[in-house]
């Protein structure tokens, strides 16, 4: 079983007992994600950490688009709950790279793969996509990539 998961569910134990509601709630649906993610796969096996955290990142996904759409409608407090989650969850992901840093290993990875057209955009996104392994967006990746390209 995934340590992550295991002290998801420790976490949740403890803001039960503390009768941290809004850590209850959020950590009961992020369970319940992982479960999902978990049975919807084509073998119903454990995730591991990796697969556990693009689950919460698809969470935190989901609370931002929410955000956006209380706001649209006028809905502070709605706003501020989902907030709240977020933050919740983001103490179980890893903290996202700079830009700086993200440039950084992008031309590290340059140099180690000699990419120079917008030809090798393709294999030059998989290359420093293994190397940031989820602790930058993909559109930042594409952004630096395609200005590194051209």
């Known amino acids: 079983m995934s340590t992550l998961i295991e002290q998801i569910r420790s976490d949740l134990t403890a803001a039960m007992k503390a009768k941290d509601a809004v850590r209850q709630r959020t950590l ?10 978990q049975v919807a796969g084509r073998e119903a096996t454990e995730l591991d950490d990796a697969g556990v955290q693009q689950v919460l990142k698809a969470q935190v996904k989901r609370r931002h688009d929410s955000i956006e759409a209380y706001a649209d409608a006028g809905r502070a407090d709605r706003a501020a709950d989902e907030q709240a989650e977020i933050d919740v969850l983001q103490a179980y992901l890893p903290a996202d790279l700079t830009d700086e840093q993200l440039a950084e290993i992008v031309d590290v990875v340059f140099e180690a793969n000699e990419f120079s057209s917008m030809k090798d955009m393709g294999q030059a996104m998989k290359a420093v996509n293994a190397e940031v392994r989820g602790r930058a967006d993909g559109k930042r ?10």
Not at 28 to 37: D, T
């Open 141 to 150: 990746v594409s952004e630096q990539v395609k200005s590194r390209l051209t």
């Open 28 to 37: 009961r649906s992020a369970i319940a994600a992982v479960q999902e993610a």
